[in-house]
């Protein structure tokens, strides 16, 4: 294989529980995510003076990679700090990368994919925000040429997500990520999102659509009986399963709705989904466009926004990836690690590798390293 950098496109890092006592502006101090233990030991975060319905006994779901998933979540033991050291602080990060071979990631918060369905007052949401986003720049600012920080923007109130990318490209941010599931129900094709779209088009501002914890997913009123880390339940394994369709909504939303047209520059990031379903989508989404574009009005088919200004990851184990890469080509793809979360794998980069040996040199370099580096300016 030609060498070329490898650049981790969602690595992932364990937010300090003091991060929003910390960083919070005055005015919501009060009010600043934390984590307490109960009775039992089994930690938990409060989030605006409540217990969170859903961050409870967390550490083996978000900093168990390469162990014994159903032990260390059935166990009790497992603390949010058991963790690789590399999930905490920037040196030990920096350090896991030079063991790993990786020259670059662009990095996401862990309790961030989750806190934001239990906000529902705008304003807190958005202070969130801008605390992790402080925060997370002072974490890159150990080497900020390798480590990205990629902003968290709410849009909870889409006027002050305005405000935080704007704020953000100024102290030098390179991306910024939301939930694929809007927080407000109100879907993305909706024109009340244009500020936002607009805002990251000057900025030059990639946003990735990252999935997270959704309220409303398909199946959410399957109530689960367990915790949210117990093994047992299938309504557990079925979460991973279809958290990807949200994903795939946002991006259809955004076809559907003319936003491509309308903002020819945007770019837009597809992460953690896997990368295999974007060819039959792409066919999906253009056989309906030949039936219905005398009703959306698209310029052009959903398959050229995407090859015009769309990137997807891909997981390292997924086998289809050469073959989806012929058809959608390799410009397209980036892959990710997921570091250091229960089902991400401790040989990212190896299986990375492995996984898009049989393409071209070129095609690897740009998968590996270099449609990131164009992604994000680098």
């Given at each position: 294989m ?13 937010e ?84 790993e ?10 309790l ?11 304003a ?6 801008r ?5 997370v ?10 480590l ?40 993305y ?33 399957w ?12 309504l557990?394994?079925?979460?991973f ?6 994903v ?101 980069v190896?299986e990375?590798?492995q ?15 270099d ?8």
């Open positions: 030609a060498a070329g950098k490898v650049i981790d496109a969602d690595g992932h890092i364990l300090p529980p003091d991060l929003w006592q910390r960083y919070l502006e005055g005015k919501y101090k009060d009010r600043a995510i934390r984590m307490e233990k109960d009775r039992d030991g089994v930690e938990y975060f409060v989030i605006d003076g409540r217990p969170s319905a859903n961050l409870r006994g967390v550490g083996p779901a978000v900093g168990g990679i390469g162990q014994p998933y159903q032990e260390i979540a059935t166990s009790g033991s497992f603390s949010y700090f058991d963790g690789p050291k590399g999930a905490y602080e920037p040196t030990a990060r920096l350090s896991y990368m030079d063991e071979g990786v020259d670059a990631a662009a990095i996401f918060p862990s961030g994919l989750t806190w934001e369905v239990e906000v529902k007052e705008a807190l949401a958005a202070a969130y925000a605390a992790y986003n402080n925060w720049i002072d974490f890159c600012s150990a080497d900020p040429r390798r990205i920080p990629v902003a968290h923007i709410s849009l909870l109130d889409i006027d002050e997500g305005v405000k935080e990318v704007r704020r953000v490209a100024k102290l030098g941010v390179r991306g910024a990520f939301m939930r694929a599931a809007p927080p407000s129900q109100i879907p094709w909706d024109r009340a999102y244009d500020p936002f779209w607009a805002a990251l088009q000057e900025a030059d501002m990639p946003i990735g659509f990252h999935v997270s914890l959704n309220e409303y997913f398909l199946g959410h009123q109530k689960m009986n367990e915790s949210v880390t117990a093994v047992s339940s299938p557990h394994g079925y979460r399963s279809v958290v990807m369709f949200d795939q909504a946002a991006f259809a939303a955004l076809c559907q709705g003319a936003v491509f047209d309308r903002f020819p520059r945007l770019k837009v990031l597809l992460l953690e989904t896997g990368g295999g379903w974007i060819a039959h989508f792409l066919e999906r989404l253009d056989a309906k466009h030949k039936l219905l574009s005398w009703k959306t009005g698209l310029k052009e088919y959903p398959s050229e926004y995407f090859r015009r200004q769309c990137w997807i990851s891909f997981d390292p184990d997924e086998t289809t990836i050469p073959d989806v890469v012929k058809h959608c080509g390799a410009d397209k793809f980036i892959w990710a690690s997921d570091f250091p979360h229960f089902d991400a794998s401790p040989a990212a190896e990375t590798k996984a898009v040996s049989s393409l071209p040199d070129e095609d690897q370099r740009l998968i590996l390293g449609n990131v580096a164009q992604i994000y300016n680098l």
